[in-house]
């Protein structure tokens, strides 16, 4: 099973395409203040899934598992 552990990767940066390469150096790779990059949803979807995926593996509990012993602790959780 591959998880996000498994990749050592950062998000991608949020800079559109035509700010990449310019004129000026010290501009390239640098969006400009007020203008949000396209990328920058994807890079938002992308946290989302990771808070997402942390809560169902807390939530979610399959009976291989988890011992009955947890599973009364889980019953006894939902109906408090």
Not at 5 to 20: A, C, G, I, Q, R
Not at 42 to 52: E, G, R, V
Request: proline share 8%.
């Amino acid at each position: 099973m591959v998880s996000r552990l498994s990749f050592d990767v950062d998000l991608p940066l949020e800079v559109d395409d035509e700010y990449w390469e310019t004129e000026d150096p010290q501009k390239a790779f640098q969006q400009p203040p007020g203008k949000p990059a396209k990328v920058a949803a994807f890079n938002s979807y992308l946290k989302l899934t990771k808070i997402a995926a942390y809560a169902m593996r807390k939530l979610v509990c399959f009976p291989y598992i988890c011992g009955s012993l947890f599973l009364m602790y889980i019953d006894f959780v939902v109906c408090a």
